[in-house]
């Protein structure tokens, strides 16, 4: 089941920021060990009483500004706005009710989506308490103050927010046809793809911002099976604006990658792999997908009898982290391997779903630690007690030790080696859980 998605909306300078940075906690400044996971994060995953959600921040909305940035950000704001389930519209009690917050209460009205309106800056509750009633003339429901740089006030409002998670319609849940999402960089070639695949234009390949999810939603028979491919396409690219764009293109890619059960990647051949599309791959990853390299545009590449190997080599070099995912080279243009796509992602859904019984778990875990002795530290040598496997997509395994300071990343990573020689899980993350059972 997909993660409710919370975007927080404001005018600029209201501290959105602020705000999302206290809400991720740590997170947001961690650099993982996972290459190509930006540092310049605009989504989090945050948790409230058990209850996990995706936070998306956004640029601040100037209604009126007749500035390009300026109109951008309104624009990629309003995609924020499309793609969340639940609105945190952050307001500022030190400006006071402006005429900016009455014109973006009317945006967000007309969204229908459930908000909770919130009040920052109330670093005093029983001092600004009065002018905190003042947000009541904006008529979408109470207040809530809070102070995010002092982190007062969020039990409330994250109370507030959690409410609405059941309201909100998951359709999703349901549906138990294979959800693949169509991600990449802008101009890639993902609407082409999804329309050859259909045989007619269902996607609108177009320059304006801000096409709903929902319309992008294609269900593609193939061999007797549907699958609901989820497009990204519909962010406007101009020069000027091309860090931003790579930055908000991020919010739909996040909310479509949460919704699927595989990713395809698709990369420009005659542009190479980028940290862009590490970024993205970094996503898919660090949510468990499968995940599908389709490098597009291959008819545009002059080959020989090494370019396969380069593409391959650059590709497994800038996305280390998921050497796990198949890659593939098709032609959005000409129909090339477009075929062969499902045929991969139909192994890959499978390996999602690979389920290993317990006794042959065991069997290779006592082979691989009989070839490979486990690390000790100040004399404490590592024991491996036990493995099973919890859940599938992605499989998820726990291993029972004696103590998990012992157990290095290396000798974790050895270990799903060993699994992947046995049973390949091509396309898939495997996903390793370390508990420490008090043995002899």
């Known amino acids: 089941m997909k993660k409710t998605i919370v975007a927080i909306i404001g005018r600029p300078n ?38 996990q959600f995706t936070l998306i921040d956004t640029g601040g909305i100037e209604p009126d500004s007749k500035d390009e940035m300026l109109t951008y950000m309104r624009e990629q704001a309003e995609i924020a706005i ?17 005429d900016a917050d009455s014109k973006v209460a009317d945006m967000l009205r007309r969204s229908n989506k459930p908000i909770v309106l919130v009040v920052n800056k109330v670093d005093n509750f029983d001092k600004l308490m009065p002018d905190v009633y003042e947000f009541y003339n904006l008529g979408i429901g109470d207040p809530h103050p809070i102070s995010a740089a002092s982190k007062l006030g969020f039990g409330d409002m994250l109370d507030e927010v ?35 695949i259909v045989g007619e234009n269902r996607v609108i390949v177009s ?9 992008i939603d294609t269900p593609i028979r193939r061999n007797k099976k549907e699958y609901i491919f989820i497009d990204t396409a519909g962010l406007r690219r101009k020069s000027k604006i091309k860090e ?16 699927s059960d595989v990713v395809v990647l698709v990369i420009d051949a005659t542009e190479g792999v980028t940290e862009q599309d590490a ?59 477009l075929n062969k796509l499902f045929d991969i992602i139909e192994v890959v859904i ?11 778990l065991n069997e290779i875990l006592a ?35 004696n103590d998990k300071k012992l157990i290095h990343f290396s000798y974790t990573r050895y270990i799903e080696n060993k699994i992947r020689e046995a049973f390949g899980f091509a396309g898939t993350s495997l996903r390793f859980l370390i508990r420490e059972r008090k043995g002899n």
């Open 350 to 360: 499978q390996n999602q779903n690979l389920r290993i019984s317990t006794g042959v």
């Open 82 to 98: 499309d793609t969340a389930d639940v609105i945190i519209f952050l307001v500022d009690v030190r400006q006071g009710l402006v």
């Open 207 to 215: 320059d304006i911002a801000g096409t709903t999810r929902d319309a």
């Open 279 to 337: 970024k993205i791959a970094g996503i898919a990853h660090d949510r468990g997908k499968g995940i599908v390299i389709a490098v597009n545009k291959w008819d545009l590449i002059k080959k020989d009898n090494k370019t396969v190997n380069k593409y391959t080599n650059d590709i497994r070099t800038v996305l280390s982290f998921a050497a796990y995912a198949e890659i593939i080279f098709i032609s959005a243009e000409t129909g090339q391997r």
């Open 162 to 196: 959690v409410k609405h998670f059941d309201n909100t319609s998951d359709s999703d849940a349901e549906d138990d046809r294979p959800r693949i999402a169509i991600v990449g960089k802008p101009n890639v070639g993902k609407s082409s793809i999804v329309n050859k």
């Open 14 to 51: 209201v501290g959105k920021s602020t705000l999302f940075n206290a809400l991720a906690g740590e997170r947001i400044s961690i650099v993982d060990d996972i290459p190509g996971v930006t540092r310049d994060r605009i989504y989090a995953d945050v948790t409230w009483l058990n209850t």
């Open 244 to 259: 931003n764009l790579e930055r908000f293109s991020i919010v739909r890619t996040v909310a479509a990658i949460e919704r």
């Open 367 to 401: 082979e691989a630690t009989a070839l490979q002795q486990p690390p000790s530290d100040k004399g404490r040598q590592l024991k491996l007690y036990y493995i099973t496997q919890v859940s599938v997509k992605p499989p998820t395994f726990v291993i029972f030790v």
